[in-house]
T-cell receptor
Framework: KAGVTQTPRYLIKTRGQQVTLSCSPISGHRSVSWYQQTPGQGLQFLFEYFSETQRNKGNFPGRFSGRQFSNSRSEMNVSTLELGDSALYLC???????????FGPGTRLLVL | GIQVEQSPPDLILQEGANSTLRCNFSDSVNNLQWFHQNPWGQLINLFYIPSGTKQNGRLSATTVATERYSLLYISSSQTTDSGVYFCAVVARGSNSGYALNFGKGTSLLVTP
């Protein structure tokens, strides 16, 4: 079974721009979660989608948004990019609540 | 929210040595996972272990839920074990579904 895939793998943007990241979960997984990893704050939960509905949201500003499609693929969008948004963005999928999450390779975003 | 503390923060071992990594959490959990992050940023799931003991090759893990800690054992370490090990939990009774709370990690370097 193919693992979680994320595109693009690397991205360079400038302040004020917006960016869209994509995540394809493992086949059959309906839950997709997003995390941000920075050296200062570590790994932080952004949001989780299940069957096209956002179930949970972390403590991030409204500039961070996401959605999930009927095939469980998910996108996250960051608008009006700030320097502090430079991070590794990780996507994870799982088949049911309270079980193992499987992570993708991540998207490294650099904001200049 | 639930607090997750990992120790030690850094660890240097010679190849062949054994080690124990600890994860303390501040509240009851119904999801606990151990991950290994390789130098390329990929988070690899090692164990889903909200309670009890599991073993997988040279790795084993034990979670004592009543005392709110988990241990990850690495035996006969190899240079490929280098990386950062994370413990992540979801608090019991939490309505935050799949929102994993990560510790700050243990950075392990195994030297030849």
């Amino acid at each position: 079974k193919a693992g979680v895939t994320q595109t693009p793998r690397y991205l360079i943007k400038t302040r004020g721009q917006q960016v869209t990241l994509s995540c394809s979960p493992i086949s059959g997984h309906r839950s997709v979660s997003w995390y941000q990893q920075t050296p200062g704050q570590g790994l932080q939960f952004l949001f989780e989608y299940f069957s096209e509905t956002q179930r949970n949201k972390g403590n991030f500003p409204g500039r961070f948004s996401g959605r999930q499609f009927s095939n469980s693929r998910s996108e996250m969008n960051v608008s009006t990019l700030e320097l502090g948004d430079s991070a590794l963005y990780l996507c994870a999928s799982s088949s049911q609540r309270q079980e193992t999450q499987y992570f993708g390779p991540g998207t490294r975003l650099l904001v200049l | 929210g639930i607090q997750v503390e990992q120790s030690p923060p850094d660890l240097i071992l010679q190849e062949g040595a054994n080690s124990t990594l600890r994860c303390n959490f501040s509240d009851s959990v119904n999801n606990l996972q151990w991950f290994h992050q390789n130098p390329w940023g990929q988070l690899i799931n090692l164990f889903y272990i909200p309670s009890g003991t599991k073993q997988n090759g040279r790795l084993s893990a034990t979670t004592v839920a009543t005392e709110r800690y988990s241990l990850l054992y690495i035996s006969s370490s190899q240079t490929t074990d280098s990386g950062v090990y994370f413990c992540a939990v979801v608090a019991r009774g939490s309505n935050s579904g799949y929102a994993l709370n990560f510790g700050k990690g243990t950075s392990l370097l195994v030297t030849p």
